[in-house]
């Protein structure tokens, strides 16, 4: 009995208990071809050829899979010839199988290499950093823009991408509202990706789960880290946040407070205050911007309220003068 023929027999009897996960699809005296599954986006194809003068000359090794990309199935080829050479002499499909088996458990991140790459090439920029823990599911960016800084940390679990990403500030300068805003705004449209609308839209396509890293990402950095620090107020139209982030106050109730409304523009707190109380009133205060409606915590009065304290203001404002007027006679 040959080399070949010994090692399928052990292949056939004891490789899908010894590999977590693993199928054999077929095993003959040129090739073995098997499936390992760790998850639905984490599973792939092994197409092992035995060579001519085999255990001497090592196992070529192909990986195809739908989900994982291109690179990553080039890393896993590498890692598997890098294992059979070491083990030239000996038999090898075994030992490859665990290897690979090994790597997926070990790299949570594999499903998600495209947008990890994106993040890096497209929205990272100078003085901005990225490190990733693989085993940990986790990694942590900071991301940086004229001084201001926010360090996020993002985790997945197993099951990504049917699983949103978790997102969570770990230091930054900017104030802590706003901070706070730019993660709950980050967190809900993360949970948008995997859970489909209670009232769908008409007209729209069937929802269907996609990633969240790349989405999260693009909007905390590019949209929040990286834009608000030279955003303008909407109504004094002076920048909003001041050129010294040292010099940012975490007073709500500062005049240069940065206030953030929901339609994602911000204003100075005096500036906003002023305005939510002047007329017009009717239907409600308007983003000069956008014209959406103003709707903020602070500001909660209904339009009917604030036509009433306006006019009550402009009443005490009349007899005010009209004193001062008599004394001044």
């Known amino acids: 009995m040959s080399e070949i023929e010994n090692e399928l027999l052990r292949i056939k009897r004891d490789l899908e208990n010894e590999v977590d996960g693993l199928e054999?699809?077929?095993?003959?005296?040129?090739?073995?071809?098997v499936k390992i599954r760790k998850t639905d986006h984490k599973q792939l194809r092994l197409l092992i050829m035995?060579?001519?003068?085999?255990?001497?000359?090592?196992?070529?090794?192909?990986v195809k899979s739908k989900s994982l990309p291109e690179r990553v199935m080039t890393l896993i080829e590498n890692i598997a010839?890098?294992?059979?050479?070491?083990?030239?002499?000996?038999?090898?499909?075994?030992?490859?199988?665990?290897?690979?088996?090994?790597?997926?458990?070990?790299n949570m991140f594999i499903v998600c290499a495209a947008e990890?790459?994106?993040?890096?090439?497209?929205?990272?920029?100078?003085?901005?950093?990225i490190k990733i823990k693989q085993k940990a599911g986790s990694f942590l960016v900071t991301?940086?823009?004229?001084?201001?800084?926010?360090?996020?940390?993002?985790s997945i679990t197993d099951?990504?991408?049917?699983?949103?990403?978790?997102?969570?500030?770990?230091?930054?300068?900017f104030p802590k509202d706003l901070a706070d805003m730019f993660i709950r705004q980050g967190v809900e449209l993360a949970r948008r990706c995997i859970v489909p609308p209670a009232i769908p839209k008409k007209g729209e396509p069937v929802?269907?789960?996609?990633?969240?890293?790349?989405?999260?990402?693009?909007?905390?950095i590019r949209d929040c880290i990286k834009f608000y620090p030279s955003a303008e107020c909407s109504i004094c139209e002076n920048q909003a946040f001041p050129v010294d982030?040292?010099?940012?106050?975490?007073?709500?109730?500062?005049?240069?407070?940065?206030?953030?409304?929901?339609?994602?523009?911000?204003?100075?707190?005096?500036?906003?205050?002023?305005?939510?109380?002047?007329?017009?009133?009717?239907g409600g205060k308007k983003c000069p911007i956008c014209k959406k409606r103003i709707f903020h915590e602070k500001w909660k009065a209904t339009p009917e309220l604030a036509e009433q304290r306006w006019a009550y203001k402009q009443a005490k404002d009349r007899e005010l003068a009209e004193v001062t007027d008599f004394m001044d006679i």
């Open 81 to 106: 010839e890098k294992e059979a050479k070491k083990l030239q002499g000996q038999y090898q499909v075994i030992a490859i199988c665990k290897v690979v088996r090994q790597f997926l458990e070990e």
């Open 159 to 173: 099951d990504y991408p049917l699983s949103c990403v978790r997102v969570e500030s770990k230091d930054t300068n």
């Open 24 to 33: 054999v699809v077929s095993a003959t005296n040129h090739s073995i071809q």
């Open 245 to 282: 982030p040292t010099k940012v106050t975490q007073n709500i109730r500062d005049p240069l407070y940065v206030e953030y409304v929901y339609c994602s523009h911000v204003f100075h707190h005096r500036c906003l205050d002023v305005y939510m109380k002047t007329p017009p009133f009717k």
């Open 143 to 154: 991301a940086h823009k004229n001084g201001y800084f926010m360090t996020l940390k993002m």
């Open 207 to 220: 929802f269907k789960e996609k990633p969240s890293i790349l989405p999260v990402a693009e909007y905390l």
């Open 50 to 62: 035995y060579p001519e003068d085999y255990p001497n000359r090592t196992l070529m090794v192909e």
């Open 116 to 129: 990890l790459d994106s993040i890096k090439r497209n929205i990272l920029g100078d003085g901005d950093e």
